[in-house]
């Protein structure tokens, strides 16, 4: 491995590698190696998001699409949150129960989400319903097996410190089982959050009445490239919100409980 | 203590987005544990085959064993879709395996380079940030909006779906390679290529072969998606084609090829592991 | 008010692969009433098993173990467990780990305030009430431990290898601390050592076993020499350590201990 970099360095490194993106990818436009309409000058796509926030496309704004994928995005997580957690959590405590399910969930864990979005269109239909629904098969196995990891690989010596200590049954998975859970939990609703979000987009862009999704393929149909590009812009950020809010909050966990590296 | 679970094993560790979830059933040292795994699908399938005909559920929403098994047929015999089962999912895997294989080619080198250069990551990194957080799905409307809905179109999203986790897991490898060992490998005075060779790469093996897990996954997904989109043949197409007409039974197959598919996938590269990798059992 | 605890014919067997391994083979003794007694011996040899027993985290698979002639059943505070890991919960403060036991016994919140507070003193742990675990150091943590387990006035004090994890100076720390602290509150102690230095300088009998089937070997009486020889008098560990009669003992001991250790036995 070669040196650290001094931060100047590191600075210019980074701002060369910027601008050579950036450069190369306005030559290409300026030149018109491809029609403009495929390949819009960097600019446009900023000119084509201040558009999108003021005047609808397909039905609504930027940010009206936005919030309905939003809203999708938040029922099924939290749906797939509220079940996978306390599911996998009790897996992992009790033995028979982990032994009934585990069979199950093997055997769907390896569809992948996106081949839910035909039975869910038609199940609940492309307004909210279905996409919640290919959501949720995202989030949720995540979710599961890291409560379940969390549960089930509880340090013996704190359950016998409780019992030792004359705790009951409640008490222990209250104020043991519980807590020393929690680091895994929520990093299983991290990742859950992250493949959540992926599975959104994927069934808006197939069967959905609305969202950022939808906004994308539309603008594809009418070879709207700068909207298919904001479109993806969004997608990223929100992504990326998500994720470093979600990291914000397992490290401030770690920190509390002196697993930080 | 009645009600309180069962004691447990040692570490905890929470499985990433880099990792892989592995709910493992322990089944050779735990008897009940297979039968009723047994059992469990059993019940199932005794439910699944009544469940129209006590009119839980209509067959217009989810097919009836017998439903399915036709539709199996007809998609293995007469084709449906345009194809019959075989070349869909021959076409699925090509252009899953061409895509993969090309961002594998580029990705890793890539990643090691940025692991072991930090000059290079500098340089590199931003343009990385810029792409990484976007989902392969997110390419799919830019890529038909370039290529149109054939091939092309699909090994492009493949690629870039494959690139981001690969190059990630590469360069992660290497930074995870133990300071020990490096300093271990000046002192012998090892340079040049055969520092790649011998400590580099064997040692950022585990990451990289996580990386393609992942991406290999996400590939399947992502082709499955642009399929369910617009294409002449595939598993998505089946998927997409099964939807449109309301045939239950087809969407099943489609998802249950689907799943094998992806199954297979991991297989083989669970097996390429083994054979990199003779130094560890995984 | 302390109890005592009973061994009689215990032993503890496991299969596997269809032999039989012994971990314990009839060991049979009695800690008498605020006894402070040692278990001594090399690895493997079954005394954190015996420990484990009176805990009730472990059952003999024949004889039995008994406190205050009633068998143990099941693990309880009354049988308070220091542990060598401390196994302090990481998600609760230092005032919430000492309290948990106390609420077990169904403690008012106002008496559980105070016990707590007495014990923080006692073990010098003032000022530290609101830390979590992993913000104190290795002495610090099994100092909570130990609170956590004396907060239950416990009949029975249950101590595995409880200094283990610490560096030597720590340990010495310890010792005299808990030696002070043995003073003003006396109780039955089972403390699990491979150490034969502390175990010379803290108990009143010291039992050393065998390897593996662990029996009784011999049980040194270290009472008689420790009050006629006046070890009380001197205030630092070093001081008792160099005294004659304790070179003595702990001589005897180690001689004990290597006569299992025979490279010609292998």
Sequence with gaps: MDAKLTHTQLAWLSITGLVIFFGTWTLAAALELAPRRFLPLPWEVAEAFVKLVKTPFSGETLQGHLVSSINRYVRGFLLAAAVGVPLGLMMGWYRWLDNVVTPLFDGLRFIAPIAWVPFAALWFGTGIGGPTMVIFAGAFPPCLINAYRGAKYVEQRYIEAAQVLGASGPRVIYEVLLPSSVPAIVAGLRVGAGTGWQSLIGAELIAASSGVGLMMVRAQGTLDTSTVMVGMLAVGVFGLLIDVALRAIEQYIQRRRGLAT | MAGVPARAAAASCAVSDSEEPAVKSNVKRDPARLWTGVATVIVLLVLWSVADRVGWVGTSFFPSPGNFWSALQQSVTTGYADGRLWEHLLQSVKLILMGFLMATAIGVPLGLWMGWSRKAEALINPIFLLIRPIPGLAWIPLAIVWLGVGDAAKIMILWLTAFVPTVINSFSGVRGIERPIIEASRMLGIRGFTVVKDVIVPGALPSIFTGLRLSLQGCLTALVAAELLGAILGLGKLLYQGGLDIYPGMILVGMVAVAITGLALTALIDLAERYAMPWRHT | ?266
């Excluded at chain 3, 690895?43 to 059952?59: I, P």
């Design chain 3, 1 to 266: 008010m302390s109890s005592n605890i009973t061994f009689s014919k215990v032993s503890r067997n496991f299969r596997r692969d269809s032999k039989d391994f012994f971990a314990l083979d009839d060991v049979n003794l009695m800690v008498n009433e605020n006894e402070f007694v040692a278990i001594v011996g090399p690895s493997g040899c079954g005394k954190t098993t015996c420990l484990r027993m009176v805990a009730g985290l472990e059952f003999p698979s024949s004889g039995l173990v008994q406190v205050d002639g009633v068998e143990v059943e099941r693990p309880g505070p009354e049988r308070a467990v220091v542990f060598q890991q401390f196994a302090l919960f990481p998600w609760k403060t230092v005032h919430e780990n000492i309290e948990f036991g106390l609420k077990s016994l169904g403690m008012p919140a106002a008496e559980r305030r105070e016990r707590i507070a007495g014990n923080i003193k006692l073990m010098n742990l003032e000022g530290y009430e609101s830390a979590f675990p992993h913000q104190l150091s290795g002495g610090m943590q099994q100092r909570v431990a130990i609170a956590r387990a004396y907060v239950l006035d416990p009949k029975v004090l249950l101590m595995d290898e409880p200094f283990g994890a610490l560096d030597a100076q720590t340990r010495t720390v310890m010792q005299e601390e808990l030696l002070r602290v043995g003073r003003l509150n006396p109780r039955t102690v089972l403390f699990i050592t491979h150490a034969v230095d502390e175990s010379v300088y803290l108990a009143d009998r010291v039992v050393v076993m065998t390897r593996r089937p662990g029996r009784i070997k011999e049980i040194i009486d270290v009472k008689p020499v420790r009050d006629a020889e006046k070890w009380q008098q001197h205030e630092r560990i070093e001081d008792v350590m160099d005294l004659e009669s304790f070179v003595h003992l702990r001589t005897r001991i180690w001689r004990l201990l290597r006569e299992q250790h025979d490279p010609a036995d292998h």
